[in-house]
């Protein structure tokens, strides 16, 4: 497909995988399940915990949060790169890809900064149980999640507008399947050296520190397990935390992988790929990890299709 070397109004070419016709017609056919069970398993996660009152603890308070950002999260690019799997046309408008990357910074920064603050409630949880209402009072958890609104929307309120404003001499063929920073930076015909040092500098504030208070905190649990004579107590408590350190390692290991390291070592399928896994594994796996580990969310499951059945009896 052609394009012209118009301005940046004209919008921009997402160049994806549309080298190959023949992955595109499989990415679609894998793809468009697999959101759709994100989106089911995400909804169905925040309505359990805001319907069920036994899920009205700080706890799920944050589940559902995360729930939200990982709908968020694939909803922001994962419809439209269906749209441009089975379509010749595979442009976006300039104001479109400007809200895609805003939308982007926004999810990820809050999501790093949530997946901390949920490792802070395990570790009162485990390590400060008998002060835990007092430490994860509500309106201490409602404060929580606003800092990370506000890091996310500041990490996309200061980005977003230098990276797109960016000199690009015409082009517009962006090396992937959505509006990417790095990918939108790498566009640039001037120096970005600024740019790249900035969004260094905020990685490392909103990924790195983040993910420093998530180690700290399990080092603390760790020691209070170590601690614990009784095999039941200790098993308890690994199976409080195992949800969360499973969803901190899909989620850390990629963003870290595409965002901490040099620009040119890895290749650019790589990290379209990588960059399809947490938009959109990510939230599929999130539901069945906290829903398939986590006996409390089953039981919920449980009560909500008990009263369904109750209000819309089969016919016998």
Not at 174 to 187: G, R
Not at 208 to 235: D, N, Q
Request: charged content about 15%; hydrophobic content about 50%; some cysteine.
């Amino acid at each position: 497909m052609e394009e012209s070397n118009g301005s940046a109004e004209d919008g921009f070419f997402l160049v994806g995988f549309s080298d190959r016709p023949q992955l595109e017609t499989v990415l679609f056919a894998v793809n468009l399940p697999l959101y759709v069970v994100a989106v089911l398993g995400n909804s169905t996660i925040i309505l359990v915990c805001v319907l069920d009152p036994g899920l009205h603890t700080p706890m799920y308070f944050f589940l559902a949060n995360l729930s939200f950002l990982d709908l968020c999260f694939s909803t922001s690019c994962i419809p439209q790169m269906l749209v441009h799997l089975r379509g010749p046309a595979k442009t976006i408008s300039f104001a479109g890809c400007a809200v895609q990357l805003s939308s982007f910074l926004t999810v990820g920064g809050v999501e790093c900064i949530l997946l901390a603050v949920m490792a802070y409630d395990r570790y009162a949880a485990v390590c400060r149980p008998l002060r835990y209402a007092v430490l994860l009072r509500p309106s201490l958890c409602f404060r929580l999640v606003a800092v990370a609104w506000g890091s996310g929307l500041l990490n996309a309120g200061v980005m977003s507008p230098l990276t797109m404003a960016l000199p690009r001499c015409g082009r517009r063929r962006v090396p992937h399947f959505l509006c990417e920073m790095p990918a939108l930076i790498k566009m640039a015909c001037a120096d970005a050296r600024a740019v790249e040092l900035l969004a260094f500098a905020f990685a490392v504030l909103i990924v790195l520190l983040p993910l420093a208070l998530i180690l700290a905190s399990y080092g603390h649990i760790a020691a209070a397990v170590l601690r614990m004579r009784s095999a039941a107590g200790r098993w308890k408590a690994l199976n409080t935390c195992s949800s969360h350190l499973a969803v901190v390692s899909l989620f850390y290991g990629s963003i870290i992988y595409m965002y901490m390291q040099p620009g040119n070592s890895s290749s650019q399928d790589r990290g379209k790929f990588l960059t399809l896994f947490y938009n959109l594994g990510a939230p599929v796996l999130n539901p069945l990890i906290y829903t398939l580990r986590n006996q409390e969310v089953k039981a919920a499951l449980r009560r909500a299709l008990g009263r369904q059945q109750k209000r819309f009896p089969l016919s016998s």
